[in-house]
C-alpha cells in the first residue's frame, strides 16, 4: 500500500509540476516534463508492468490536460514505457548514462510520435520544439534517474504489484 501510495503522489506532484512550474523556467519557451522523466526512469528500472500501470496512470492525467488528442498521451506512455522496460533488462541500471541517454532519445520518439498522431488527427504542432525539450529532458533526467533508482531501492518500494 506504502508503494502505491508513493508512486501516485509522485505522479500528481510531476504533473502538477509539469502544468503549473516547469512553464516558469522554460528557456525560450521549451521546458521539461518532468513526468515523463519519472515514468522513463521508473520504467528503465523496473522493466516490465510496473513501468506499464505508471504510463496508464501518468497518460491519463497528461492527457487531461491535451486539448487536441485525448488518449495520445496515454497511448504514447504506454509504448514508451514498454520499450523503456524491455531496454531496462539489459543495463546496469547502477550507472546514470546509459539510461539518461535512452531518456533522451525516448522524449525525441514522444515528439515525433505525438507530431505524427496529431497531425493525422488534423492537429499540427511544431516538431522542432519536441527536440529542444528532449535536450531540457535529459538534463533533468540525470538527477531525476539517480533519484528515482534510489526510491525503487526502499524496502517497501521492492515489493511486487499484486495483479
Do not use: H
Not at 21 to 26: T, V
Not at 37 to 54: D, L, M
Not at 59 to 82: A, K
Amino acid at each position: 500500500m506504502r508503494k502505491i501510495l508513493t508512486l501516485l503522489l509522485c505522479i500528481l506532484g510531476f504533473t502538477f509540476v509539469d502544468n503549473c512550474i516547469a512553464p516558469f523556467i522554460a528557456i525560450r519557451g521549451y521546458y521539461p516534463s518532468f513526468l515523463f522523466v519519472f515514468i522513463i526512469s521508473y520504467a528503465i528500472i523496473n522493466e516490465g508492468w510496473q513501468g506499464i500501470i505508471i504510463a496508464l496512470a501518468a497518460g491519463f492525467l497528461q492527457d487531461i490536460y491535451l486539448f487536441n488528442g485525448i488518449g495520445v498521451n496515454l497511448f504514447i506512455n504506454l509504448i514508451l514505457c514498454y520499450a523503456a522496460g524491455v531496454i531496462g533488462r539489459s543495463l546496469f541500471k547502477e550507472k546514470a548514462f546509459i539510461p539518461t541517454v535512452i531518456i533522451f532519445f525516448m522524449s525525441v520518439a514522444r515528439g515525433i510520435l505525438m507530431f505524427v498522431i496529431l497531425y493525422l488527427c488534423g492537429s499540427y504542432s511544431d516538431i522542432g520544439s519536441s527536440f529542444y525539450a528532449s535536450i531540457y529532458d535529459f538534463i533533468i533526467a540525470i538527477p531525476m534517474y539517480i533519484w528515482v533508482y534510489k526510491l525503487c531501492q526502499k524496502r517497501y518500494m521492492i515489493t511486487k504489484w499484486r495483479l
